[in-house]
Antibody
Framework: EVQMVESGGGLIQPGGSLRLSCAVS????????MSWVRQAPGKGLEYVSL???????NYADSVKGRFTISIDSSKNTLYLQMNSLRAEDTAVYYC?????????????WGQGTLVTVSA | QAGLTQPPSVSKGVGQTATLTCTGN????????AAWLQQHQGLPPKLLSY???NRPSGISERVSASRSGNIASLTIAGLQPEDEADYYC???????????FGGGTKLTVL
């Protein structure tokens, strides 16, 4: 059975940092394309970042230079390091899996973790 | 990074058929089609179809998807109350190498 459990969200002041985690069981993180997708309160889905083949990464323009996606294969866990946080980063952050990047769709999602950036 | 365009809302009656649209460009929807996600309030998204009309296991045959040029469509036949949800299209953008999303359509089943 596939499980994806996010953690690390919370209330943080503008300019602060947080690290989100997505602990996975049921498949190997480094063998799949792993994304972070966020959803601001009452808003739609927004792509944040992607890692595939365990090393290739890309980012939405809105987070480029501030966020870093990574994987710990020994823990089968996906991370999102978020620095220089802004109010507009407030959202539920989901991790999602795609077995073939750009083709097979995001078929497994975590339950999400809420990040609130506020003074 | 520009997203895909979806109508904000669609309303249909129980038993009717709803068709939701998603407009992109030749780099995303027109490149290799769209994926569709369903999201009920307070829950994570659920994949309904990918690359136009491939359904993951467990997805109802009442759901079908298609594409014509840069416009993708999701059709849900025989609407049930549980189909009331937000629906998002997404597509891989070949020029940006990222996923782009539509703004979502709220489907109301009357």
């Amino acid at each position: 059975e596939v499980q994806m459990v996010e953690s690390g969200g919370g209330l943080i002041q503008p300019g602060g940092s947080l690290r989100l985690s997505c602990a996975v069981s049921g498949f190997t993180v480094s063998s799949n394309a792993m994304s972070w997708v966020r959803q601001a309160p009452g808003k739609g889905l927004e792509y944040v970042s992607l890692m595939y083949f365990g090393e290739h990464t890309n980012y939405a323009d809105s987070v480029k230079g501030r966020f870093t996606i990574s994987i710990d294969s020994s823990k089968n866990t996906l991370y999102l390091q978020m620095n220089s946080l802004r109010a507009e980063d407030t959202a539920v952050y989901y991790c999602a899996r795609e077995s073939v990047v750009g083709i097979s769709g995001m078929d497994y999602w975590g339950q999400g973790t809420l990040v609130t950036v506020s003074a | 990074q520009a997203g895909l365009t979806q109508p904000p809302s669609v309303s249909k009656g129980v038993g009717q058929t709803a068709t939701l649209t998603c407009t992109g460009n030749s780099n995303n929807v027109g490149y290799q089609g769209a994926a569709w996600l369903q999201q009920h309030q307070g829950l994570p998204p659920k994949l309904l179809s990918y690359r136009n009309n491939n359904r993951p296991s467990g997805i109802s045959e009442r759901v079908s998807a298609s594409r014509s040029g840069n416009i993708a469509s999701l059709t849900i036949a025989g609407l049930q109350p549980e189909d009331e949800a937000d629906y998002y299209c997404s597509a891989w953008d070949s020029s940006l190498s990222i996923w782009v999303f539509g703004g979502g359509t709220k489907l109301t089943v009357l």
